[in-house]
Every structure is written in C-alpha cells, then in structure tokens.
C-alpha cells in the first residue's frame, strides 16, 4: 500500500464550481500534512498546512481526519488559474522526508 | 518565498558525460533534498540529507551521488549521463523540525542524447 494515495482525477470543472479532493495516508504516526500545488513543467509550491483543527486560507479550506487517515482540500468559486495538479503530502515514517501523493488533476473550465 | 536556485534550467548533453546539477539555499536550512520526475508522473526522492557531511538514498534508487560540505550546497552528479537519466530533477529543502514544509526550487531539466 502507498503511503499516500489520491484520485488522479482529472476534474474537470466550470468556473465558479466548489470541488474537494480527498487523500489517505497508511501512516497513523504522521504529524505533517499539508497540500501543494504543481503546474505543468514547474516546480510543486506549497499551498497550505493542513492543522488537526482545520483551516481555511481565502478559498481553499483544508481539514485533517486523524481517525479516518484522510486529508481533504476544498476549493470554492473556482478560477481558471486553479487549474494544476494538487498534491497530498504527509511526513513519512523517518520523519524527516516527506511523502507525496501522485497528485489530483484538477482543470477549471470558462 | 523560497530562496532556493537550481542551475543549469536546461541542459542538453551527450551520453557517457559527467554531469553535476547544483542547488544552493540561502535560509539556513538544514535538510536537504533531490527529487525525480518525469513529465505527467509522480515525485520520486533520490537522495536527502540532514546537514552537512550527510547524505542519504531516498526512495528511488539512482546512479547519482550527492555530496554536503557545506550547509547552503547540495549538488547532484551523474558519473557518465545516459539517455534513461533524462528526466527533471527537483531541488528542495526544509528548516529544523519535523513539521517544515519542503520548498523546491526552479528544477533541472536534463536531457541525455
């Protein structure tokens, strides 16, 4: 089992929609989570932490389900500039590299 | 954001050369990191280290080395290029704790003839 797992998606949305992503994570010792964000050819650039008590930052709200092992990020009122791939990302077990997800494709449509 | 640089963007070479791709960061972090990636596909550690005079093998077994001799330098050499290296390798790094976030720079897109 991968340590952490998302749906590939692709999601394709109209502008303005609300979408979420899900991801699950195998190690219940994690203690870092957090969503990035990787356009095409680019690097991955942090978009949130992701607290046990949730948070929000403008649009996107991000919310930690520690019993369940899953993360989830919401986008509300989407913009053509959402369009990326979003990556889940948790500590691994060493505790000093981080896991990344394969990623969620996500496309915002006019 | 992130002060950390990756040089060369862009390299086109021939096989069987030495290559070194540099990454350097100017916030004092301690931990260090090369990523793998091909176009569409997932991040792939190659190598990370703690701090200086540490290196360690990540989860992608890789015919590259890596070298820490100083806090701020982590570069990545390939002893004798070959086409199968052709990918893009992303530099990253992170402050003291177990709860940093990685910031990665620009990458190295590297392509072997």
């Known amino acids: 089992r991968k340590e952490v797992e998302q749906d590939p998606g692709p999601f394709n949305v109209p502008e303005g929609a609300t979408v979420a992503f899900n991801c699950t994570y195998s190690?219940?010792?994690?203690?870092?989570f957090f969503w990035y964000r990787q356009d095409c050819r680019k690097e991955p650039k942090l978009l949130m932490s992701?607290?046990?008590s949730g948070n929000e930052d403008g649009r996107f709200t991000a919310q930690l389900n520690r019993a369940s092992q899953y993360i989830s990020l919401l986008i509300r009122d989407s913009k053509l500039s959402d369009s990326a791939t979003y990556l889940c990302?948790?500590?691994?077990?060493?505790?000093?590299?981080?896991?990344f997800g394969k990623g969620t494709s996500l496309l915002v449509t006019p | 954001e992130a002060d950390i640089y990756q040089t060369p963007r862009y390299l086109v070479i021939g096989t069987g050369k030495k290559i070194t791709l540099e990454c350097s960061q100017t916030?004092?972090?301690?931990?260090m990191y090369w990523y793998q990636q091909d176009p569409g596909m997932e991040l792939h550690l190659i190598h990370y280290?703690?701090?200086?005079?540490?290196?360690e093998k990540g989860d992608l077994s890789s015919e590259s080395t890596v070298s820490r001799i100083r806090t701020e330098h982590f570069p990545l050499t390939l002893e004798s290029a070959r086409p199968s290296h052709t990918s893009q390798y992303l530099c990253?790094?992170?402050?003291?704790?177990?709860?940093?976030?990685?910031?990665f720079g620009d990458g190295t897109r590297l392509s072997i003839l």
């Open positions: 190690n219940s010792a994690s203690q870092s």
């Open positions: 992701v607290y046990s």
């Open positions: 916030m004092g972090h301690d931990k």
């Open positions: 990302v948790v500590n691994s077990n060493s505790g000093y590299a981080l896991n």
């Open positions: 990253a790094s992170s402050g003291q704790g177990g709860n940093q976030p990685q910031h």
């Open positions: 280290s703690y701090g200086v005079n540490s290196t």
